[in-house]
């Protein structure tokens, strides 16, 4: 269904990694691992964002075919460069060893510099070098929007978005670290954490990121807002349940990884409102520990699971799934993009990775 | 001489910090102090780059009043966020305690985890708050160029220098990185990083970034690169210097904290090339050593000192400036210009700060 779209998405990565390997390399050598590095992390990757706003795009009216289309495409993937700042940066700040079954972008650097025999402390650089990379993608996200050939009136109507959508990003990541630090735990801040972090970022602006080229109506706009902020929410508690019962073959993150960083995420929210003082001994025992065991992890998860976070977890992802497909009926979304957004709607909440 | 585009900028970098203060707290309460740090943050500055881009404007034959000054003065403002996003992730990068007289960010953020007693590291902590307020940092000055009130054909103009401009700091940022972990010092080197940091994005740049929103000629641009690229190379020198030499009462940072840091710089490059077979067993035993002692920071300064690195590097600033201020003489540049770029030059060079 989206084979057409995701070729243009790949082609544009592809064109746009290799511009700037060349001109990287322009300024010096030594920059090297740095464009190696930022072409392996977007090799792979759900390209999830773009399709969403190619799915808005089509919501609004956008013509599926031309130069438009192609552009438009164009400035979407920015959306990849936007997420891969938000990754390598975001596993700076939780310690994450890997990434898409790779190792994090500051543990490569900390193993490019030990490789190297550089002198002073690894630890330092890596931690330097993803700081850098991060900043590299953001304003490389840019620079992929600004030569996208979009025209001045649809850059006028993006640009707003796009650091709307990229405030409400850096603020949900800092509501998040905020959270993981807070002495007391809340589902309702856990939840808003999630809107912020993922309900907008994830899937409501990339719609309106698409549909803004397209040229959306106010009721266009609000009508995949109703559709997106069910959805992204719906996205990010599947994403807290695979942080801790996904399968590392397919996550490319280890087991439990949430749990050894000490994510406060909804699912953990509810299970601490319901734990007996045994269980909760349990789990401040282990939570948040560093040098947890796969035993301890299991018996975390099990005890999670005794008190049903998990199934009020996938309850609350079709309660909201089913609200995002209501908001479909909208006679203010195109019929043609229906489909697309029935399929991406799946994609986000039925995923295993 | 700047005392009314410089009325302009803290006028617009205050209302900038209240708006961007009242939009965080609509999203969440608890970010509060991640405004009031970058307020606290940009209260002081010399305000070099937006300075330099008004000087570009104004010698690209840009109109000293009216709509279009104070537009490009709104955007140049936002080099003073790109600068405080420099800052503030070098600083982590660098472990530097202090910035402006001020703990630096990621500083503050411990003791903010320390003082509300909050859960897990503080240390941690304050690198996720750090990390994300300098990406914060990056977002507002887009934000600001795009609310600028500049014509579409100004942003045309300036969009792709500004990613250039950009992506020329970070790599000068890696560089400097990646020169502090090499195994072996060099001047050539470390002039490189010095060109790429600072000579063309503290001065070449900003000019620029004034020029081509006046809409400057190709000749004028390269006019403002030859008088840009050897007066930042000078500046860069200068902030050497003061990295090693400087008061701290006036440069609001640790006395020698580049010796601390073991930053490689042209001046510790052109010692070491100097240095004989006791007094290189003397600097490697303390440099770049985070517990180095007064006495021993004073001992490193007395052999660069007795091997002749500061007065060398003192020749190379003056010669720098003496043909950035030769090529202050082109007719491309506007006569009325002139006595601004000759201070800033004076002001860049000349500073204890």
Same mark, same amino acid.
């Given at each position: 269904m989206f084979s057409a779209p995701r070729l243009e998405i790949e082609t544009t990565l592809k064109d746009f990694l290799e511009r700037i390997t060349r001109d990287l390399s322009e300024i010096s050598a030594e920059l090297t691992p740095v464009s190696a590095e930022i072409t392996s992390f977007l090799?792979?990757?759900?390209?999830? %964002?773009p399709l969403f706003a190619y799915a808005g795009y089509l919501a609004a009216g956008g013509q599926n075919d031309g130069a438009q289309l192609?552009?438009?495409l164009k400035a979407a993937t920015s959306l990849e460069l936007l997420q891969a700042c938000a990754l390598i940066h975001d596993d700076l700040m939780d310690g994450s060893d890997m990434r898409r079954g790779a190792p994090a972008v500051h543990r490569y650097f900390e193993n490019y510099h030990l490789e190297n025999?550089?002198?002073g402390d690894k630890t330092q650089f890596g931690l330097s070098a993803a700081i850098l990379l991060g900043d590299f993608a953001l304003i490389w996200a840019d620079k992929l929007i600004n030569e996208s050939g979009l025209s001045d009136e649809q850059l %006028?109507?993006?640009?707003?978005?796009?650091?709307l959508m990229r405030i409400e990003l850096i603020a949900g990541q800092y509501l998040d670290v905020r959270e993981s630090a807070a002495t007391t735990s809340s589902v309702e801040r856990a939840l808003k954490v999630a809107r912020y972090k993922s309900g907008k970022y994830t899937i409501e602006r990339p719609l309106?990121?698409?549909a803004l080229i397209a040229g959306s109506s106010d009721e266009t706009n609000s009508a995949l807002t109703n559709f997106g902020i069910p959805l992204g929410e719906a996205f990010q508690l599947r994403d807290d349940l695979l942080g801790v019962f996904g399968d590392p073959e397919t996550t490319g993150k280890p087991a439990g990884d949430d749990l050894r960083e000490g994510k406060r995420t909804v699912l953990t929210a509810l299970a601490i409102e319901n734990f007996s003082t045994q269980q909760a001994d349990i789990f401040n025992a282990h939570y948040g520990k560093l040098n947890i065991t796969?035993?301890?992890i299991s018996e975390l998860r099990d005890i999670i699971t005794e008190v049903g976070a998990p199934q009020k977890v996938e309850a609350l992802i079709e309660d909201l799934t089913s609200s995002a497909l209501q908001a479909l009926k909208s006679e203010h979304i195109s019929e043609n993009s229906k489909p697309y957004l029935?399929?991406?709607a799946l994609m986000a909440t039925k995923r295993k990775i």
């Open positions: 090799a792979t990757g759900k390209r999830f %964002r192609k552009n438009m025999s550089m002198r %006028r109507r993006l640009l707003p978005l796009n650091d309106h990121f698409g796969t035993e301890q029935n399929e991406l």
